[in-house]
């Protein structure tokens, strides 16, 4: 489930240091090696059912619904499936993210690591 949140960036990057956390969107395309030019502010982060009741305890959140950061809260029986090297949200994953994005540069963005990932 997405949810997006206002969040500080001293906030955010508490967030960001914690265990399970999986990077996702524009952030995750570039990880991946795809040439698309950074979002600013832009945030797509994957973490399990029990790191959102952790983060929701160490760092104030605000439910907005035009936020451009989102928490994708992933079932803890499937995190195993989003868990990955160096805290970043596998291709597909990623793809699907980018493509719910209004951006061209995304959309073949996620074409090329769907293509990639084959």
Excluded: K
Excluded at 24 to 35: F, K, N, R, T
Excluded at 84 to 107: C, I, S, Y
């Amino acid at each position: 489930m997405a949810r997006r949140f206002l969040i500080t960036n001293a906030d955010l990057a508490c967030v960001r240091n914690q265990q399970r956390i999986a990077v996702s969107g524009v952030e995750g395309a570039i990880a991946h090696g795809e040439p698309i030019a950074p979002v600013a502010e832009q945030v797509d982060l994957y973490l399990p059912e029990s790191e959102m009741e952790q983060v929701r305890g160490l760092v104030a959140l605000v439910a907005d619904v035009l936020s451009p950061v989102i928490f994708r809260v992933v079932p803890e029986a499937c995190w195993p499936m989003m868990s990955a090297q160096d805290r970043l949200a596998p291709p597909a994953a990623v793809a699907l993210d980018l493509v719910e994005r209004g951006d061209p540069r995304e959309w073949l963005a996620a074409e090329a690591l769907l293509a990639d990932d084959t």
